[in-house]
């Protein structure tokens, strides 16, 4: 005969549902009849219960990033000295801005951003002058600062091989190859540089007024805008104006800023906001090469659109406009080429 | 093992990253919620989960697959676990009683409150708040069986490879921890209370 202690032991296989099917008909029968045993048996479903009550608690933000970020040091044959990271689509999505996104909005902006056609029927004779007087429309779509490094692009013409806009369209074009090769070579020699991306949240009380003030701030301390603001809030189009639409609480921008510059800069952007305006600030790794490739296919694909461009009278992108992206392009292509000490600053701007 | 989790295995044992992302995937948010329920705590736990991933990319080579990918993912796991509360012993005792100590000073001596029950969310949040300071409050090998039983739902058998015992010793050790566990959440008799279990039994059901 079973004493209580003996099917008080077996209560968690009952639960369990592990108690042999013999046993199993006699504890059933014993709970029924004795109190002390099923209270028991009760209290113990209630903890179980209590138990079962947590729930699973959900992945820290980054966690897979900075796992990346580690397992690529622990990688056998990774360089010690230069961690390479390969960003994946996938990281393209968490990063949410980077390179992707930086990438796109060139491209929006190379084939949406402008609504200006070129008016005139004799495209070739007109194209120098239009180079350097961007229609009203489009110098205000495009805010000061942009016009005003597309012409400083301009005036450098000639100082980054050799490419001119004021060249007739083929010379323009012959140039470019020469150019495409020149850095595929350079990038096969320095393919294990990593770049730095910075991401930043900067919250401010009225995102849309600050723009020109963050950019300000930032070209004094030698940050380069390498992309037109980006309107989180609607990433599905890109809004590519200098402000962004009015109401919306969120807006990103990208700078180029070198390694050494890029803490006095962000000293800069608390001094005018505060130091509790920053929110974050991460490191993401990415590849330079990587980097590089992705412009030298737009820079292709600038080209193609360049060289199919008399064809396609139906265009309403000028000319110039694709060759300052071009030029942009270019140089950011040479700045990654000479220099991996360069950081992409990518700023959040929020609300307060 | 599918063909797939053999395939990643192999490409993450010749050094593929992507490969290795994609064949713990599944694994990342388990480890981590063993390591804070462990740990108790959400950074640290990140730590730990991150370390877990490490040192199992950096051992996959000698992985022989004997066991299956997901027992060794949590032999690791728990052994980095105890190995930090063994680190950590002496810290994290002073810690807890730093937690219990309340606003004006004195020290709660019980580990559950003894405030009533109302039916709310907030009171819902209590009684985590409860259960998660129970299972703190349990020796690491108790702690462990019960976090691997109740909330991975892991079955004797792989608990016990996963910590290289007997199936019997893993059944009581269960039974024990649950046992001192229950006893813990006693200290609140609200939880316990007739009319707490039948609303909890009725939620249930609903």
């Known amino acids: 005969m079973r004493k209580c202690t003996d099917y008080t032991e077996m209560i968690y296989e009952y639960i369990d549902n592990e108690l042999d099917s013999n046993l199993l008909s006699e504890f059933e029968d014993h709970i029924k009849v004795c109190h002390s045993c099923k209270v028991e048996h009760d209290e113990c479903m209630q903890a179980l219960k209590l138990i079962n009550s947590l729930e699973e608690e959900e992945l820290p933000q980054n966690f897979k990033e900075n796992l990346h970020g580690k397992l690529i040091k622990e990688k056998p044959d990774s360089n010690k000295k230069n961690i390479i990271l390969f960003i994946r689509k996938k990281y393209f999505r968490t990063i949410g801005s980077i390179a992707a996104i930086f990438i796109f909005a060139i491209i929006m902006k190379g084939f949406l951003g402008n609504q200006v056609s070129l008016s005139t029927s004799d495209k070739s004779a007109a194209m120098p002058n239009v180079a350097l007087s961007l229609s009203e429309e489009a110098a205000a779509m495009e805010g000061p600062i942009l016009s005003k490094e597309a012409d400083s692009d301009m005036k450098r013409k000639g100082v980054n091989n050799d490419v001119t806009i004021n060249a007739s369209q083929s010379t323009i074009i012959a140039d470019l190859k020469d150019v495409e090769v020149l850095f595929s070579e350079d990038v096969s020699g320095n393919a294990e540089k990593t770049l730095k991306s910075r991401r930043i949240v900067l919250k401010v009380d009225k995102p849309e007024n600050e723009i020109e003030k963050i950019k300000t701030k930032l070209n004094e301390n030698g940050a380069k805008l390498i992309e037109s603001i980006i309107d989180v809030q609607t990433t599905a189009q890109f809004s590519l104006k200098s402000t962004a639409t009015p109401g919306t609480g969120s807006l990103h921008i990208e700078f180029l800023i070198s390694n050494t510059e890029f803490n006095k800069a962000l000293d800069s952007l608390k001094a005018i906001w505060g130091e509790d305006a920053i929110t974050s600030n991460e490191t993401v790794l990415i590849k330079v090469s990587d980097k590089i490739n992705q412009l030298n296919s737009k820079l292709l694909e600038l080209n193609n659109n360049i060289a199919s461009f008399d064809k396609d009278t139906q265009n309403n992108i000028t000319l110039n406009e694709l060759e300052a992206e071009k030029i942009k392009i270019q140089s950011q292509i040479e700045d990654l080429r000479k220099d991996v000490e360069y950081s992409i600053m990518s700023i959040s701007v929020e609300k307060r | ?206």
């Open chain 2, 1 to 206: 093992m599918i063909e797939n989790e053999i395939n990643l295995l192999k490409k993450s044992k010749n050094g593929d990253i992507e490969a290795f992302e994609e064949l713990i995937e599944g694994y990342q948010k388990k480890v981590f919620n063993i390591a804070f329920r462990m740990v108790g705590n959400y950074d640290d736990a990140s730590e730990l989960a991150q370390e877990v991933f490490i040192k199992i990319f950096k051992g996959i080579k000698s992985f022989k697959e004997e066991s299956t990918f997901s027992t060794w993912v949590y032999k690791i796991t728990t052994n980095v676990c105890l190995d930090e509360l063994r680190k950590t012993r002496n810290k994290k005792s002073i810690s807890l009683e730093e937690e219990l100590k309340l606003d004006d000073g004195e020290v709660q001596i019980q580990i559950v409150d003894q405030r009533p029950l109302p039916e709310t969310i907030f009171e819902q949040k209590e009684i985590k708040k409860t259960v998660k300071k129970a299972i703190d409050n349990l020796s690491h090998e108790h702690r462990i069986v019960i976090v691997l039983r109740e909330l991975n739902g892991l079955n004797y058998e792989e608990i016990a490879k996963i910590l290289k015992c007997p199936v019997g010793t893993v059944k009581s050790r269960i039974n024990r921890a649950r046992q001192e566990l229950k006893e813990i959440l006693k200290n609140n008799k609200e939880l316990f209370s007739e009319e707490y279990v039948k609303i909890s039994s009725k939620e249930e059901s609903i």
